[in-house]
C-alpha cells in the first residue's frame, strides 16, 4: 500500500500554519528531519505518529493517508481485474495477485488469491509442492482462520490445511477436516434454502428447481471422470459412454423441451472436452475434439434459449456466473485461452470452423 504521510504532514503543516521549525521544535527534532518527511526520504518515528496526529488534531488513519473505503474499492477492482485476465491468460492473472500481494500483504481476499497462485490445486493438489511450500501456506491458513470472518475465505484456508495434511501423510486428519467444516451432501445452502420455505411457496418451487439443475449439472460431470479416469475403460468405450449418453439426452431434452436433460448433455460434453484436450494420456484425436466441441457449443445455445423463460436455469448457468449467454462464454475461452493445448487447436481450421459457426469475432 502506498504509504503518504509525507504529503500529508506537509499538507498538514501548510493547513495550520506551522513552519517545519516550528513542528520540528515541536516533535522534539530537527528540520532536516521534517524536509526529509516531507520529501518522503524517511518516514518519522513510529513513537512520534501519535502526537503528530494529536498536534495536527486527526486521526492516525487521516495523517498516514489510510483510506479504508478507497483500499476496499481498489482491492475488489484488483480482484475484478484477476478474474478477467485469468480466463485468458493464467499466467499475467497469476502476477497481477502476486503483485497485489506484496502491496496489500495483510488483506484476507487478497492472500486467498496469492494462495491459490502458488500451485498446490485443492483438486490433484501437487503434494509435493505443498509441502515444499507448507510454512508459507500455514501461515496464510492461520491467518484467515484466526482473523477473517468471510466463510467462503474460511472454508478455502480449512480446505489447503487439510491438503497440507494429506501431503504429510495425515490423511484421516484431511478427511475430519472435511466433515467437521464442510458438512455433507444434505447440508449444502442450496438445500437449506429450499427446506426453509413452505411447499405451496413460489420460492420453494425456484430453490427445488434451482438445485435440480444443479445436481444433475454436477452429476454429469462425475459420470465423466468415472469414465475417463477409469483404466479399464478404453478410449473408444469412453467416448461411447459419455459423448454417447450425452447424444440422447440432449435429443431427448429438445424434442421435450426439458432443460434438465440439456444441461446434463451440456455438462458431459464440456467436461469431456476439458479432460481430452488437457490430460495428453488419453490419446485424443483433433477430429474426436471438434466433433464434441460442435455439439457442446449447440447444447450451450439451447441452454440460453430454454433460460429466457426459466429463472432458476438463468440463474444457476448464466446469472450467478455474471453472464448473459453462456454459449458466449464457451467461445471466449475456446478462442482467447492461452493453454497450449487450445493454441495448438486453434491452428487447425476445422476448429476454428466450428467455432465460426457459432458466432465470427
Keep these: 500500500m502506498e504509504i503518504t504521510i509525507g504529503a500529508n504532514i506537509k499538507r498538514l503543516r501548510v493547513t495550520k500554519s506551522v513552519t517545519q521549525e516550528q513542528l520540528a521544535e515541536a516533535m522534539n527534532v530537527t528540520p532536516a528531519a521534517v524536509s526529509k518527511w516531507e520529501r518522503g526520504e524517511t518516514y518519522p518515528d513510529v513513537t512520534l505518529l501519535q502526537p503528530l496526529a494529536y498536534y495536527f488534531g486527526v486521526t492516525l488513519d487521516d495523517l498516514m493517508g489510510y483510506d479504508e473505503k478507497k483500499v476496499n474499492q481498489k482491492i475488489e477492482e484488483l480482484i475484478a481485474e484477476f478474474w478477467r485476465v485469468y480466463r485468458q491468460d493464467w499466467r499475467a492473472a497469476k502476477k497481477l495477485i502476486e503483485d497485489a500481494y506484496r502491496v496489500y500483504p495483510n488483506d484476507y481476499r487478497i492472500m486467498f488469491r496469492y494462495m491459490g497462485t502458488l500451485g498446490i490445486d485443492d483438486a490433484e493438489p501437487d503434494l509435493e509442492l505443498a509441502l515444499a511450500k507448507k510454512d508459507e501456506l500455514t501461515k496464510i491458513c492461520d491467518k484467515i482462520i484466526g482473523g477473517c470472518t468471510d466463510g467462503y475465505l474460511r472454508l478455502g484456508a480449512w480446505k489447503m490445511k487439510a491438503v497440507l495434511l494429506h501431503a504429510e501423510g495425515k490423511t484421516e486428519e484431511a478427511l475430519r477436516i472435511h466433515r467437521e467444516k464442510c458438512g455433507d451432501w444434505y447440508n449444502t445452502c442450496g438445500q437449506m434454502n429450499e427446506q426453509m420455505f413452505q411447499k405451496d411457496r413460489p420460492e420453494f418451487l425456484y430453490w427445488a428447481k434451482r438445485n435440480m439443475y444443479e445436481l444433475v449439472d454436477f452429476g454429469a460431470d462425475k459420470l465423466v471422470k468415472s469414465y475417463f479416469f477409469d483404466p479399464a475403460v478404453p478410449y473408444d468405450e469412453l467416448l461411447e459412454k459419455t459423448e454417447g449418453t450425452a447424444d440422447e439426452l440432449f435429443r431427448l431434452g429438445c424434442e421435450r423441451g426439458e432443460a434438465y436433460l440439456v444441461i446434463q448433455a451440456e455438462s458431459i460434453y464440456g467436461r469431456l472436452l476439458n479432460d481430452l484436450k488437457?490430460?495428453?494420456?488419453?490419446?485424443?484425436?483433433?477430429?474426436?475434439?471438434?466433433?464434441?466441441?460442435?455439439?457442446?457449443?449447440?447444447?450451450?445455445?439451447?441452454?440460453?434459449?430454454l433460460a429466457r423463460g426459466d429463472k432458476p436455469l438463468f440463474d444457476v448457468a448464466l446469472g450467478e456466473r455474471d453472464r448473459d449467454s453462456l454459449l458466449a462464454a464457451r467461445l471466449g475461452w475456446a478462442r482467447s485461452s492461452a493453454w497450449d493445448r487450445d493454441v495448438e487447436l486453434r491452428k487447425d481450421p476445422e476448429y476454428v470452423k466450428v467455432l465460426d459457426k457459432y458466432g465470427k469475432t
Design 278 to 305: 488437457y490430460r495428453p494420456a488419453r490419446g485424443a484425436k483433433n477430429a474426436d475434439m471438434i466433433r464434441i466441441l460442435d455439439k457442446s457449443l449447440s447444447a450451450a445455445q439451447k441452454i440460453d434459449e
